[in-house]
């Protein structure tokens, strides 16, 4: 089949949720040419990227390990660092991504123990609660819970996490994986007693995929040295340095962390409690368009409770017989807004909008607006629509 031409008229929507459209500035700082390795620059750079991704993550000593690596590179860090071959984890069950890194833990020969999900709710609490009770030899190393669940749209709470953990007694580590929804809700990893947080660049940063990284304290620093199982490229106690090639076990990917940086600039000129005030707004209009649509009968949220639904992805389930692939082409190649398809379970059962990142009023009801238009084109029933919800909820009516 010949591929849709690259030319486009206009800008097309990127409404996956992650990767996410990128700034001018963010595409403009990483247009710079590369740096020799001495350089203080260099040096400069990586250490705004630290402060700025610990400012972010409200977390006032933990190191923060970036590797040229996504998402997965940065959970194959945590399970690398606090598990030893043949040790235990928790994964508290979520959906499609707490099941992915649970498999990709198996895969590194660790053991899995999983609390069930429900599709469409955040972490049962309790049942994490009693996981950890069950292991009464403390065999559990940590705890892995996915902030939000960017297949089911869900978002749970990670202080109930904290509470499971306290209740049981019990001493496993808590790590965190906030790649969805770190910029797009307030998180606060010492306050909240989390030990890890994981990130990559590319959804609420701003910035192309290619960097994963993590925020460590000094609790999981100290069962990362204890830990003896080898590992070089993930070692955090290895990439603990001052020295930048050291930090980064080689060449720092200089043009994506140039990026990052001017992307931390960009939030922090907003002001954080602005960035989300802004996310939560987006989010609601397009909950309100989605309240339109699921008037028809073919539409509707798949996260069940209004609470959990999140603020970076909202994940909308479809009747049967609407072809979900056919949509997503038709939203993207007549109507120029990208959409993300459903995963793992939900594969053919949803479509996915992404509203997190760069992303402003007019940009959600150009999306809202566009989807619309594929869904009409497509024969699918949206009700009294979605595009006027959302206006009115973006006017504040
Ligand atoms: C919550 C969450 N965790 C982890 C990942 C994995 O990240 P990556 O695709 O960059 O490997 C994703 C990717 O979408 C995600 O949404």
């Known amino acids: ?30 247009s710079a040419q590369p740096m020799d390795l001495a350089d203080p620059r260099v040096d400069a750079n990586i250490a705004a990227c630290e402060q700025g991704l610990r400012r972010l993550l409200d977390t006032r000593d933990a190191d923060v390990f970036m590797y040229a690596a996504n998402g997965h590179g940065a959970w194959e ?47 049962d609490a309790g049942a994490v609660e009693q996981a950890l009770r069950d292991d009464s030899s403390h065999a559990i190393k940590a705890l892995f819970a996915v902030h939000t669940d960017t ?13 499971a953990l306290d209740a049981a007694r019990h001493p496993a580590l ?17 306050a909240l007693g989390v030990d ?41 106690v290895r990439r603990k340095h001052d020295l930048s090639y050291r930090k980064f076990c080689g060449t720092p990917p200089q043009n994506l962390l140039l990026g990052m940086e001017a992307a931390l600039g960009l939030i922090f000129g907003e002001g954080l409690e602005a960035v989300w005030l802004r996310h939560e707004q987006l989010a609601r209009a397009v909950h309100a368009a989605v309240e339109g649509w699921r008037e028809g009968g073919a539409l509707d949220f798949f996260a069940q409770e209004p609470a959990s639904r999140s603020r970076s992805v909202t994940t909308i389930s479809v009747a049967g017989g ?15 807004v990208a959409i993300a398809g459903g995963l793992g379970p939900m594969t053919g059962r949803a479509f996915r909008i992404g509203h997190l990142g760069d992303c402003n009023p007019a940009m959600i009801l150009g999306a809202i607006g566009g989807i619309e238009a594929a869904l009409v084109a ?20």
């Open 1 to 30: 089949m010949t591929p849709p031409s690259l030319r486009i008229p206009g800008r097309r929507f990127l409404h996956s949720p992650g990767p996410t459209p990128l700034p001018e500035a963010v595409l403009q700082a990483m």
């Open 77 to 123: 860090a945590v399970v690398e660092n606090l598990a030893a071959v043949g040790e235990s984890v928790l994964v508290a069950g979520t959906g499609h991504f707490s099941e992915s890194w649970a498999v990709q833990t198996e895969a590194l020969s660790r053991r899995v123990v999983r609390t069930p999900w429900r599709e469409g709710w955040p972490i």
């Open 151 to 163: 297949a089911s749209g869900v978002t749970s709470d990670p202080a109930a996490m904290r509470r």
């Open 174 to 190: 808590l790590v965190v994986d906030v790649v969805a929804s770190l910029g797009a809700v307030p998180f606060s990893m010492d």
């Open 196 to 236: 890890v947080a994981v990130g990559a660049s590319q959804k609420g940063l701003m910035c192309p995929p290619g960097v994963g990284f993590v925020a460590v304290n000094a609790a999981a620093f100290a069962l990362a040295q204890r830990n003896t199982s080898p590992r070089f490229y993930w070692d955090w």
């Open 322 to 336: 609407i072809d979900v692939e056919a949509l997503r082409a038709v939203a993207r190649e007549r109507f120029q």
């Open 378 to 397: 497509q024969g699918v029933n949206v009700g009294g629509g979605g595009t006027r919800r959302a206006v009115l909820s973006l006017a504040g009516q």
